[in-house]
């Protein structure tokens, strides 16, 4: 069984996040290296520049949003590879730096990924 969390890269790091993988194609302003306690950066995994531009982060592109993403992470190499970390480490944190917490990257691919993963 496989665990996959969510969380601001800003929170602080807790015991129980695991593997921590930063999921953003952009580093977060203002955090340094040291402070992230990032295990991996898969920058891959991120929507592409383009969709992120778009999206911008407005509610009412949600659900377009998270079409596209689909699209793009169907098409991804990326997507293998954090499936073996999760398989490989069991318990894995998402980190991402937008500041909604409703309409974010790390909701569509935690729900795509638990699609893909076996119970």
């Avoid at 996959?4 to 129980?16: C, D, H, P």
């Avoid at 991120?46 to 596209?68: D, I, M, T, Y």
């Amino acid at each position: 069984m496989h665990e996959i969390k969510l969380k601001r890269v800003y929170e602080l790091i807790a015991k129980g996040d695991g593997f921590r993988i930063l999921i953003d194609r952009l580093w977060p302003r203002g955090l340094s290296k040291e402070k992230g306690h990032i295990d991996l950066w898969l920058k891959a995994i991120a929507p592409s520049a383009a969709l992120r531009k778009w999206f911008n982060h407005e509610p009412g592109k949600w659900q377009e949003f998270v079409e596209k993403y689909h699209e793009e992470l169907e098409q991804s190499d990326a997507v293998n590879e954090i499936i073996k970390l999760i398989k490989k480490h069991k318990n894995v944190t998402l980190l991402y730096a937008a500041g909604d917490t409703q309409h974010n990257n790390a909701i569509v691919l935690e729900g795509f990924l638990q699609k893909k993963l076996p119970n």
